[in-house]
Structures are given as C-alpha cells and as structure tokens.
C-alpha cells in the first residue's frame, strides 16, 4: 500500500504539534495495531528527543490575550501619581474661580443684593481659613 500524502509527512513530521502525537502512539497508548516495517521507527524517535509541550492552539491564545486582569505594579502607581496631580489640579482651578468671583463681588460698584453679600461673606471665611 502506498502512502498518498508523504509530502506532507516530510513536512510535518519534525513539526512541534505532530511530535507528541507520535510519541503516544509508540508507547503503546494508542488502541490501533502498529505497522511492523522501521519506516516510522526512525522519524518518532527524532519526534521524541524533540518532544515539547506544545503551543496554546489559536482560541487559547486569544482568550488569554484578552483578559489582562494581572496589572504592573508601576502602572498603578503612575496612575495613581496622574490622580494625585489631577486632584491638587482640580483643587487650585476651584480656589481660582472662587477668587475670581469674590474679585467681581467686590469690584460691583453698585449695592449688592442679600444673595450677593452672603457669598461676598461666604468665599472670604472659606479663603481665609485656607
């Protein structure tokens, strides 16, 4: 009997995926009777000095490459010296407006009406205090 697909077998017989394969199947594990003639005995045992576990298959890598729930320690902590920077940010663009606003209270010429005058008195305790 001839075997119909030896290119392939030349191609893929060192291949990491097929070695394994070969190797269970002279060991014995594998239910089907094996061929007597030394044809296959001589490529399986190069298959099982090469023998290696082998590579995730194409889901595995993709389901693993999504899901990043590890993350670096430096990252977290740049990220959280960007909040610290972005809170102190925050806080002086507030005390600027509130300042602005008292600036533009005080600077009105004309009087200033109960709502006015309370937040007048309001923005230069809290100013103060700070």
């Known amino acids: 009997m001839k ?5 392939a077998w030349e191609e893929l017989r060192y291949d ?13 594990s594998s239910k089907k ?9 001589s490529s399986s045992q190069a298959a099982t000095k ?13 389901g693993s490459s999504g899901k990043r729930n590890v993350v670096d320690g430096k990252a977290l902590s ?6 610290s920077i972005k809170e ?7 005390r600027l407006s509130k300042l602005g606003l008292l600036d533009k209270l005080i600077a009105k010429p004309e009087p200033l009406s109960e709502e006015e005058e309370a937040l007048k008195k309001k923005l230069i305790t ?5």
Do not use: Y
Not at 16 to 28: F, M
Not at 88 to 94: G, N
């Open 3 to 7: 075997f119909n697909l030896q290119h």
């Open 16 to 28: 990491q995926k097929w070695c394994e394969l070969a190797t269970t199947k002279i060991d014995g």
């Open 33 to 41: 009777r094996r061929c007597d003639d030394g044809a296959h005995s």
């Open 50 to 62: 090469e023998a290696e576990q082998r590579p995730p298959g194409v889901k595995a890598a993709k």
């Open 78 to 83: 740049d990220l959280q010296t960007m909040w």
């Open 88 to 94: 102190r940010d925050l806080a002086v663009k507030e």
């Open 126 to 130: 809290e100013i103060l205090a700070n």
